[in-house]
């Protein structure tokens, strides 16, 4: 059972002590299921269960003449066991063992990235909460659009991690999975029984049908998954990025006691966090295009996707793993600057509240070009000359026409812009 060894961290998961440890336990699960079924004496399967083990350095030493390295796992378990070596992979092919260990290793690397997502999506909850309230400019296009707050930017990181985590749930039950049915997927020399007990006792699903492998679009679906959370890291981290630059400021990523921005200029406090981020994710979205192309093997297999696999799977969950927690003390120590965001939110002098000018001369009678045609020429007079939207409207004789001072008073309102944030909240369950 996978229970048998603990979860270690993940690089270790990816070490050919964790590998050869599972595929070991495979064999030998594999041998009390043929016990079972009479086939293999059940003193012997004790014997060797007491007896199995492998040593890494000869395996390898074996494997530079067999240029095989399940024949050499084999080979050095056997020479431990002695006579009763001779029940030893019965039956089995090597993929058996490699896909089913594969199983082990992506369910138990899954489990570390979960737990990553929900340390994440809880604190993202925490601090979307805390910062509910704190007025900032929406944008656009990179422009001043209209107020929204910092708690919701941060909430709407929390529902996509929270979808993110779903889909990392399902992908983690897609590979945890083994199959024990021989060369071409028959179960020609061993019996679908043996598949169902070893895979029980890893606590895997047993492939419903294979051919010598598990398909390849399993690992794919998986890896798709990891690299749409990598790109929703990067998309945060962006936005965290931007909310950095020196005319914005309005919120910075941690800076160490010591840290270093720049070779050159002692001044600089960069996002190298974030940046980081941004670029990793881009080396998941390409090992994901690599998994996708070990979907199309030859007949029942080839061996091309293997290689592969063996640099994407690992440095993918790696990476990912590193990506999260990177990223959860990014936001654990995130540093806001409410002053900045004040007046970021008066930096154009009134324009974000055009649409409710536009709405409110409308409701009034005009039609929405006229009324459009008259908010963009007292707009673009503030973008000209400095003036303030709120003056220009006041001292226009045709809006007059239509508003009086309360109504702009009114329309100038922030609090107006949010007054259904609780509800958004509510809906998320923050």
Known sequence: MIERYSLPKMSAIWQE???FKAMLEIELL???ALAQQKKVPLPAVKRIRKKAKFNLTQIKKIEEKTQHDVVAFVTNVAQYIGPDAKYLHLGLTSSDVIDTTLGVQLKAASQILVEDMERLLKLLGRKSKKY????????????????????????LMYEETRRNLERLLTAK???SQGKISGAVGTYANIEPQVEAYICRKLGLTAARISTQVIQRDVYAQYMATLAIIGSSLEKFATEIRHLQRTEVLEAEEPFGRG???????PHKRNPVI???????SRVLRGNSVCAMENVALWHERDISHSSA???ILPDSTILLDYMLNKFIAVIDGLIIYPDNMLANLVKTRGLIFSQRVLLELMDKGLTRPKAYDLVQRLAMKTWRDGSHFK???SGDGEVMKYLVKEDLDRIFDLDYYLRNVNKIFRRLGL
């Open 132 to 155: 509910k309230d704190m007025a900032c400019i929406g944008r656009t296009h990179g422009v001043h659009a209209e107020p929204t707050t910092f708690g919701l930017k941060l909430a």
């Open 30 to 32: 594999a041998l009390e």
């Open 173 to 175: 039950e897609a590979v």
């Open 259 to 265: 840290q270093k921005g720049s070779s050159a200029m």
């Open 274 to 280: 974030c940046e980081r981020i941004c670029g990793l």
């Open 391 to 393: 003056d220009n409207l």
């Open 17 to 19: 002590e964790f590998k």
């Open 309 to 311: 696999e063996r640099i």
